[in-house]
């Protein structure tokens, strides 16, 4: 299920609970001043009354408050096992990269792998991040077309890759960049420096 639908779900589950609640409430304020006053011509018993409508509406309270607390838990235990997932996919997309550029070749195997990963990045990447991984195997597969690198592709290599790791980074920590004053562009383009500054120093 889509997280939108996943929202409107819960929202309409939620919705469900208010009229019941509401519907509760109001049957049983009718229902207890009814009894309350017929209840007027015994001793205490109009105090016993009041006492059991205190207890259903703690009990009522309280259950919405858990209910609504246990939907909060489960909805940000989710977020974070999906993120954890996100980080392990395109920490192994990485490190395959690194070992690619590394061997100065590239191998069945880790076409292989490669394949594989592009699978797993399609259940969790954001479409940004889809878009840019896109274009990065672009130049990815033209480099590794005669399974051997040049300087000049292992450079066009690395780009691709900053701009693909920039949009990763905005995928997982984006917000979190944006309320600490750093916009997704400036990080990018700060991420760019970093790299091509790296390969004037290796070259």
Known sequence: MRKKDRILALRRQDLIYLLLSVALVVGGYLWLRAAYQVAAQWPFTQEVLLVILGIVATVLITALLLNKQ?????????????????????????????QVLGAGRIGEKERLRMQFLTHRLALVAAPNVLEEYQRFLDVFERASADATYSAAEVRAVHEALARLTAEIRRDLVGASDESAGYSNAAVSAQIMANTRRQIRDGD
């Open 70 to 98: 246990t939907e909060v838990e489960l909805e940000k235990e989710w977020s974070l096992k999906f993120t954890e997932l996100k980080v392990s996919i395109y920490s192994a997309l990485l490190d395959l990269i690194e």
